[in-house]
């Protein structure tokens, strides 16, 4: 084996998002599950390794990183054969930059915003205002899509991965209409194809969705 460990469970969008990434790198690595509802990220072992407590988190060898974009830019600039999927160029770095931002600072959040309160404190109502910034995120990367094929341009970059990784996910609080999004739509059914997206991102996606079926309510 490499001696590479990702923590997290397959449901979480940001986990799959390093799956992703460990898969198109063609890295062996072994997944330890992490039950966040037995508060096993809590645990003494555990805060050791990221006192944030968050998942996943990336043992590489003994080298600790965590939040997935972190990750995924880490693990690209180690391993990667060529910079493509996390490119050195200034401008292009900015563009996927800019996209791993607004996933982590707008297009999670809106998600996490719904979610969290639900898994931590039942609140199954989801407030008008809540579900327009997710159907906010949906426009804004109808716009970043544009004519391209990836988020980006014409080249896959982690920013797919993680972006993905989240909007796979969002029908589950607020649901994508093809017709209103079809960029969106295309994008994610142009992901599917690539041979490793079941595995890492496919299967943990339905089991989200699963999850959240008929429990929250839209007002």
Known sequence: MSGIVLYGL??????????????????????????????????????????????????????????????????VGKYGQTDELYPKDLVKRAQVDQRLYFDASALF???????????????????????????????????????NPYITGDTLTVADFCCAA??????????????????VTAWLKRLQELPYYEEANGMGARKYLDLLKDQLTLL
């Open 109 to 147: 959040m809106a998600l996490r915003n719904i979610c969290a309160p639900y898994f931590n404190n039942n609140v199954t109502e989801i407030s008008r205002e809540k579900a327009d910034n997710v159907r906010d995120g949906y426009g804004h990367l109808e716009t970043f899509l544009g004519d």
């Open 10 to 75: 397959d449901i979480s969008p940001p986990v799959r998002s390093c799956q992703l990434t460990l898969r198109a790198l063609e890295l062996e690595y072994e997944f330890k599950e992490v039950d966040l509802l037995a508060g096993e990220h809590r645990t003494a072992e555990f805060l050791k390794k990221n006192p944030q407590h968050t998942i996943p988190l990336l043992d590489d060898n003994g080298v600790l990183v965590w939040d997935s974009h972190a990750i995924v830019c880490y693990l």
């Open 166 to 183: 989240t909007a796979s996910s969002l029908p589950a609080v607020v649901p994508l209409e093809a017709e209103k999004y079809p960029k």
